[in-house]
Nanobody, 127 residues
Framework: QVQLVESGGGSMQAGGSLTLSCVVSGTFDGNDCLAWFHQKKEREAVAVIDSNGTTTYADSVKGRFTISRDSSKNTLHLQMNMLKPEDTAKYYC???????????????????????WGQGTQVTVSS
């Protein structure tokens, strides 16, 4: 059973920094996608990282946010710098296999289809 537990949300003034963390228990045998989403009207991907360390970011956070993983601690991080009021949202970490369940081939991690989610942590940025 895969479980994800986030921490690190809070309130910050614009221009400040926050780091979100997510402890991931369970395994995908070394083939996984890990992601951070935020939810405003819809839940949208912010940043993803695969088991090779390849990352992808939403245009709105490029150059400001950094996703990273510490495999030794089974932890996913999101370093958020130069925060803006529009970054205000509930942030969720997500995990899934990077292999398609139907074909067994590798799938893109930049997708909204993740089976496992954390409980979410609120980030509020004031101007």
């Amino acid at each position: 059973q895969v479980q994800l537990v986030e921490s690190g949300g809070g309130s910050m003034q614009a221009g400040g920094s926050l780091t979100l963390s997510c402890v991931v228990s369970g395994t995908f045998d070394g083939n996984d996608c890990l992601a951070w989403f935020h939810q405003k009207k819809e839940r949208e991907a912010v940043a993803v990282i695969d088991s090779n360390g390849t990352t992808t970011y939403a245009d709105s956070v490029k150059g400001r946010f950094t996703i990273s993983r510490d495999s030794s601690k089974n932890t996913l991080h999101l370093q958020m710098n130069m925060l803006k009021p529009e970054d205000t949202a509930k942030y969720y970490c997500a995990a899934d296999s990077s292999l398609s369940p139907s074909s067994g081939g590798r799938r893109s991690c930049w997708t909204r289809f993740y089976r496992y989610w954390g409980q979410g942590t609120q980030v509020t940025v004031s101007s």
